[in-house]
T-cell receptor
Framework: NAGVTQTPKFRVLKTGQSMTLLCAQD?????MYWYRQDPGMGLRLIHY???????AKGEVPDGYNVSRLKKQNFLLGLESAAPSQTSVYFC?????????????FGEGSRLTVL | GQNIDQPTEMTATEGAIVQINCTYQ??????LFWYQQHAGEAPTFLSY??LDGLEEKGRFSSFLSRSKGYSYLLLKELQMKDSASYLC??????????WGAGTKLIIKP
């Protein structure tokens, strides 16, 4: 059981380049999230989705776009990368069906923007 | 604003007991979570409290006082593998999670 899988694990970009992070979950979860984690700060929500075909903005959405075309996949795009987007990105999912709300996280994607 | 406070770093000895505190001020309350995160890895779920009191799960226990906006995570019989960051998160009235910055726990032999 793979759980939540993120690709790529590491990426170095130059300012202005674009890229897409892919998150895939095999638990048939409805809810999916993209967070960023920076030193000395709590996880911050970028965008989230409550089901296939839906997306919503989180706390820090600027500079990012997302898509949820298939239930199992949640893509995070950076159209024009900036050094401020250097971070570790975590994807998470949860079932959302009367449970405690436990999140299942991917292993993280470490992005450096030069 | 919404705020979660927890100590930045704590040190404890193998075999001992440690208590990690978390205080919160949020717009509403719909549960408090503790996650463990080893360096370079993903956070993993430890506990969930929505009612006042103590929830025990093996060597780990979590306590909640909603009136005081306070929780703690208690780790007993510390092992070297417990060296990690412990993240406190509160679900607010909009069912969004507000995360603390985490407490880095260092276990010494």
């Amino acid at each position: 059981n793979a759980g939540v899988t993120q690709t790529p694990k590491f990426r170095v970009l130059k300012t202005g380049q674009s890229m897409t992070l892919l998150c895939a979950q095999d638990m048939n979860h409805e809810y999916m999230y993209w967070y960023r984690q920076d030193p000395g700060m709590g996880l911050r929500l970028i965008h989230y989705s409550v089901g296939e075909g839906t997306t919503a903005k989180g706390e820090v959405p600027d500079g990012y776009n997302v898509s949820r075309l298939k239930k199992q996949n949640f893509l995070l795009g950076l159209e024009s990368a900036a050094p401020s987007q250097t971070s570790v990105y975590f994807c998470a999912s949860k079932s959302g069906r009367g449970d405690t709300g436990e999140l299942f996280f991917g292993e993280g994607s470490r992005l450096t923007v030069l | 604003g919404q705020n979660i406070d927890q100590p930045t770093e704590m040190t404890a000895t193998e075999g001992a007991i440690v208590q990690i505190n978390c205080t919160y001020q949020t717009s509403g309350f719909n549960g408090l979570f503790w996650y463990q995160q080893h360096a370079g890895e993903a956070p993993t779920f430890l506990s969930y409290n929505v009612l006042d009191g103590l929830e025990e799960k093996g060597r780990f226990s979590s306590f909640l006082s909603r009136s005081k906006g306070y929780s703690y995570l208690l780790l007993k019989e510390l092992q070297m593998k417990d060296s990690a960051s412990y993240l406190c998160a509160v679900r607010d009235s909009n069912y969004q999670l507000i995360w603390g910055a985490g407490t880095k726990l260092i276990i010494k032999p």
